[in-house]
């Protein structure tokens, strides 16, 4: 059998450690961001890929036979909608007519959706526009109504007073990160993807142990400050869990979202894009490499 093919990008941290770490036998593949997993799975570059909550819901709205292999917990402290402390925004209903930059296509659209979605204000009531690195100097010149911050960039802008929360992200949507496959590979490979899903929790297991190291090679290969990619790595969990039915119910919330919205094309069962054995052998895979750290051998 190949060895498995594992996507990377920057924006998914248990992913981004577990390609600098020797923990499992993969080939990798690194590309810049998770909006693309979908067609790299499906047109077989990579076996397992990772996001946040948008892009499998989009793959699947799209036909694309994705299956979610694991999940993390919930992540409030990854990102939010930021405005500055003397924004004459202040609620959402206020974004009327703004621009928002954000990740298109990212878990920052799902968040968006939803922040606009329980405040009465359709998703084409707002102008989402494209974030960058001069995100936070456009939203301090007024030309955006709100910014959706993420990583050591919202740390940095939080810390520095230059940006408030509008509305805490808990408040909105769960955030997990999110692993998934195609369904030929989910069927097939069921052992494999379950050690890949304990790699990853060991991956999180060396962060934890080592948060200095792992924020200095953050932003040795992807710029910014070592201190708010500690700050922000100590902030998000490093757990990963089967997918269940807690995780599918949160997923499916997202998915009605993102349908009533026009965001997808179409209304999607996350149920079917679940595999009841895989789950099951996720579950043991995990079990097992817990055992293995509370025995010592992970360094």
Do not use: C
């Amino acid at each position: 059998m190949s060895t498995i093919k594992i996507g990377v990008h920057p924006n998914n941290p248990a992913l981004f450690f577990l390609s600098h770490l020797d923990l499992i036998d993969a080939a990798w593949h690194r590309y810049a961001g998770g909006t693309t997993t979908g067609a790299l799975l499906v047109d077989g570059t990579i076996d397992v890929g990772g996001t946040g909550a948008t892009p499998p819901i989009s793959d699947q709205a799209s036909g694309k036979d994705i299956v979610y292999l694991a999940a993390s917990d919930p992540r409030p402290a990854h990102g939010t909608l930021l405005v500055t402390p003397d924004s004459d925004v202040r609620s959402v209903a206020d974004l009327r007519g703004r621009k928002v930059a954000l990740g298109i296509g990212s878990w920052q659209t799902l968040l968006l959706a939803t922040a606009l979605d329980r405040a009465g204000v359709g998703f084409d009531e707002v102008i989402a526009v494209p974030s960058g690195e001069d995100s936070l100097e456009r939203l301090r010149s007024g030309e955006l109504g709100a910014w959706i911050g993420q990583g050591p960039h919202h740390v940095e802008a939080t810390r520095s007073g230059a940006a408030v929360e509008l509305v805490p992200a808990s408040d909105l949507i769960a955030n997990p990160s999110v692993w998934f496959t195609r369904r030929d590979v989910a069927e097939t490979r069921a052992d494999e993807l379950a050690a890949v899903a304990g790699a990853l929790e060991d991956a999180g297991a060396w962060v934890q142990a080592n948060p200095r190291a792992a924020a200095e090679l953050y932003a040795r290969e992807e710029g910014g400050s070592a201190d708010a990619w500690e700050a922000f790595l100590s902030s998000i969990p490093w757990t990963v869990n089967p997918i269940g039915g807690a995780f599918v119910a949160e997923q499916q919330q997202g998915a009605d979202v993102l349908a009533r919205v026009g965001f997808v094309e179409r209304a999607v069962r996350i149920a079917d894009a679940t595999v009841p054995a895989l789950a099951a052998a996720v579950a043991q895979g995990l079990a097992q490499a817990r055992e293995r750290r509370a025995e010592g051998a992970l360094a």
